[in-house]
């Protein structure tokens, strides 16, 4: 268990310069002196405007991808340098939808973690079993596996990345896992660590998954669950400061 919560926004892809604005000036005037951190994982073409907007506030700056090459001939992807000239210090990697839509395989993501560890940037690594995994009883062996893909490649520095439990049939459904069933997976996922590395409380998991304002105390207050990764709540000010606000008691 962690003392100091992460509740890292995923803004997917939603925004503009006007929208942006908006919504990183309210939350910064309104998470005060929030006692957890606060990360705002952006669309590609915004980290400019998000870090100029974010100076000065305790908010910090993520994206939502990072290539797993440094450079060259891979047209449409960003790098982990790239990214790090523009103030980010979290990558999400693995999230469900890049493995669905793009056909991310575990292999490519614990690369990712890896090029974004080599650049300073912390991995936010999703794991997460779909509804069919988890009705045939293959939740446990299906977050191991992507798991056990990353400690392969990044054994020797695993204390430093941050893991996301996902259960992809909580994203954007308005399903969330109970704070039990997340809690039990997050467990799961410390033993897991507890093996790769002799600091595993140091390890964020956060939960993700239809997280909101009127969840997000219950889900906070299991042991093993160290913040939220949150999708929809994320872009309404109101809602994802209440969610600031559990994290911080
Ligand atoms: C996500 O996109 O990582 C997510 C958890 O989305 P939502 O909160 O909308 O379910």
């Known amino acids: 268990m962690t003392q100091h919560k992460l ?15 908006q919504l990183v000036r309210a939350i910064a005037q309104g998470m005060g002196d929030a006692n957890c951190t606060v990360a705002m994982c952006v669309p590609a073409p915004y980290p400019e405007q998000v870090n100029r907007l974010r100076s000065g506030t305790k908010i910090e700056l993520g994206a939502q991808d990072v290539s797993r090459h440094e450079q ?3 047209t449409g992807e960003v790098s982990a340098p790239m990214l790090r000239e523009f103030g980010v210090r979290y990558a999400i990697v693995g999230h469900s939808e890049r493995r669905q ?8 993501v614990a690369d990712k973690a890896k090029a974004a560890l080599a650049h300073g940037i912390t991995p936010i690594v999703c794991v997460g079993e779909t509804l069919a995994e988890r ?9 191991k596996r992507q798991m056990a893909a990353v400690i392969h490649v990044n054994g020797h520095c695993i204390s430093e990345i941050v893991v996301a439990y996902e259960p992809v049939w909580a994203i954007g459904t308005g399903r969330t896992a109970t704070s039990e ?6 467990a ?4 897991q660590l507890k093996a790769a590395t002799p600091h595993p409380e140091r390890v964020h998991i956060l939960y993700g998954g239809s997280m909101n304002a009127a969840n997000a105390a ?27 606000a559990a994290a911080s008691r």
């Open 101 to 108: 839509y793009h056909g991310e395989t575990d292999e490519a």
């Open 218 to 244: 219950s889900l906070l207050a299991q042991p093993d669950v160290d913040g939220g990764l949150i999708g929809g709540a994320s872009l309404k000010a109101p809602d994802f400061l209440q969610i600031i």
């Open 7 to 21: 509740i890292a926004g995923n803004w997917k892809m939603n925004g503009s310069l006007a929208a942006n604005e």
């Open 72 to 74: 060259g001939a891979y």
């Open 135 to 143: 009705e045939a009883g293959r939740t446990q062996d299906v977050v």
């Open 181 to 186: 069933q997340a809690q039990e997976v997050h």
């Open 188 to 191: 799961l996922l410390r033993a």
